[in-house]
Structure formats: C-alpha cells, structure tokens
DNA sequence: CATCAGGGCCCTG
DNA sequence: CAGGGCCCTGAT
C-alpha cells in the first residue's frame, strides 16, 4: 500500500462523560480480536473513523479520573478535502459508540458487592459497552469471526483492510480506515473469496448491498425497542441469534440482551460464575437474569473484560486453552 | 498423512 | 426442530 492519506489538520474539543467513567475499559476491550483501525496505550486512544464521507483520525486523551472524568478530543483531517470538521456532528457520533453519557450509577450500587461481579465492577467502575465500528463495520466484524478461531478473522480481517481499506497516518499513528459498504457491493463474490473469506463472501455482498440501498436507518434504529430492533436485525442474511446479540449490546447498548450462550461463552461463564468446567446454558442464564436483571449483560460484560485484563498480567491455563491463537 | 472442529448461519425436509 | 453444508487452518 504505497499511498497513505496524511492528515495535516487537527481541532480539538473536550468532552466530559458521566461519572464514573473508566477511560482504559472503554476504550480497550480485551477480549476482542485486534483490527488495525484502532490503537490504545493507557490513556490515549487512536481510531479512524469514517463519517459523513469523509475520513477522520481520532486521537482521545484522559484528563479526568473516575469520578470526575473528562477528556480530550482530537480530530485530525485532510485539509485538502475538507474545509472544516463539524465537530459537534463528530463529538456526538463517539459519544454514542462509546456510550459516554450513559449513568451506570445504579448500577454500580447495586453490584459492587455482588460475590460474583465485586472485583470486576471495583476495578473497572464506569467501564461502558462500546464499540469502535460503525454499524456495517461491526457486522463485518461480527461475520468474519464466525465459525472460526481468532487467528483466522484476523487474518480475513486484514486481507480485507489490505483489499478495500485505506492507510491513514495522524498523530504518530499509521492505522487503516474502512471501506465504504459500495466497495464491497461491487466487487465479485469471488474475488472476495480470493481473500479466504470462504462462505462468508456472500454474507458480506448481502449485507453491504443492505447498506448501499439505504433501507437501513441507523437513527431511526437506535429509537427502536430492544425486540423491534431484533426482529429487523433477525431478517439480515448472516445475523442469527448469536450475531444479533453481539449488535444489540455492544453496538445499541442494550444491557439486558442476552437469551442465547453460544459454546465459547458457555465455557467461560461456566469459569467465571460458577467455578466449574461447563454449565448448562439454561442454569446459567437463569443464574444472571436472578442476579442481574435489567444490567445482565452488562453483568457479564464486566467479568469477560476483567477475565481477560487479568489474563494480561497473570497465567489463566483454562482461558489460555479456551483462546485458541 | 487424514481428519476435524472452530467465538454460526442458512437451507432443507 | 434436526442436521448437513460451508471455506480455511492448525491441532491432533
């Protein structure tokens, strides 16, 4: 990839969440499979952010502490292609991704003594569910994990980045941007499959021309109640009960959305909550709905992160064995 | 060497 | 509602 976009313009704006707020548990979650779209240190993170057309660097500084959190904005751009950003259009588009005007006040009071979910919920207070992408870059994210081990989507990750991306340099950071949806629609199913897509080739023209056809109001989306909002996921090709969920939560925030364990999470709940090997997925769903009610997966969000944070610094055998790399 | 499941989903019967 | 097929990879 020999072109990088370079851009050598920046404005700054400060934006301040709802307390408590954890800045590194927002902004990295590690359990997710790595794209080269987004970078973190303690502190600082880095995205490209494809909006209104244009492409954006995004660099967010941590100014603030838990309980009085605040943070810095940067938006980097190519003065060549844009006069000026619409900052507020920006701000509002991360604050809605990342989730940072959600209170979870409540929720933090009425778990941070839970046997379970205490050390989780001490450690990371304020953590949001967020997500990086865009709803169509999530669901490409969400198609190219499935039936596949991590190494293999993050290889079909980056063929695609390499295919249809863009290389971006800002702030130091040399990161790839998406694709916009008509670049895939337009292409052949088989030189997708060149990429070692597999199956999924199919999925990714069906729902790129999904995005192409403008049937797909996010907006209006997001107003949806969590079951409307599923029965319109459902009907995507590609999005079944394991999928849908994975969009409710982490990308319309809806901390309740979880009726279906997939295998990989059966495994490690059976761990975190129970301390056993494997536990049916009825009893440990009636288990975190007892618990949890309304905030049940928000609940588990908090111990698959904190698992895997801890996982950074300690040896975890049963998580390493179930992390096939 | 061959076989097989892997962080699902679609389609058919 | 059950079960086969799907792409490719690395583990066994």
């Known amino acids: 990839m020999a072109n990088t976009l370079i851009l050598d313009s920046e404005i700054d704006a400060?934006?301040?969440p709802a307390a408590p707020f954890?800045?590194?548990g927002t902004f990295h979650k590690p359990s997710h499979y790595p794209t080269p779209d987004h970078a973190y240190e303690t502190g600082t993170y880095w995205q490209t952010?494809?909006?209104d057309n244009h492409i954006y660097g995004v660099r967010l500084t941590n100014?603030?502490?838990v309980n009085h959190p605040k943070l810095r904005v940067t938006i980097h751009y190519d003065s060549q292609s844009l006069q000026?950003?619409?900052v507020v259009a920006l701000v509002a588009e991360l604050e809605y991704r990342f989730?940072?005007?959600a209170d979870l006040t409540s929720f933090v009071r009425r778990f941070r003594s839970d046997p379970v979910l205490r050390r989780a919920v001490t450690r990371?207070?304020?953590?949001?569910?967020s997500t990086a992408y865009s709803l169509y870059e999530f669901m490409v994210v969400t198609t190219v994990l499935q039936n596949t081990v991590v190494s293999r989507s993050v290889q079909m990750m980056n063929n695609l980045f390499n295919a249809f991306g863009g290389k971006v340099s800002f702030a130091t950071k040399d990161l790839f941007h998406f694709w916009q949806p008509a670049d895939i629609a337009r292409v052949d199913e088989n030189a997708l499959r060149a990429l070692k897509l597999g199956y999924r080739a199919k999925?990714?023209?069906k729902q790129a021309e999904i995005f192409v056809s403008g049937d797909l109001d996010v907006d209006q989306l997001k107003t949806q109640d969590t079951e409307s909002l599923k029965k319109i996921l459902l009907k995507i090709y590609g999005i079944g009960p394991a999928t849908v969920q994975y969009i409710l939560f982490e990308v319309f925030h809806r901390y309740d959305a979880i009726q279906h364990i997939p295998p990989w999470e059966q495994k490690i709940f059976s761990r975190l909550i129970f301390e056993q090997e494997l536990v049916d997925t009825s009893v440990i769903l009636k288990e975190v709905t007892d618990r949890y009610g309304e905030w049940k997966m928000l609940a588990l969000h908090y111990l698959f992160e904190n698992a895997f944070w801890m996982r950074k610094h300690e040896k975890i055998p049963w998580l390493d064995d179930l992390i096939r790399l």
């Open 14 to 16: 400060v934006v301040v």
């Open 22 to 24: 954890s800045f590194d």
């Open 49 to 51: 952010l494809l909006f």
């Open 63 to 65: 100014l603030g502490e």
């Open 84 to 86: 000026r950003p619409d």
């Open 99 to 101: 989730d940072l005007q």
């Open 124 to 129: 990371w207070r304020g953590m949001r569910v």
């Open 203 to 205: 999925t990714l023209k």
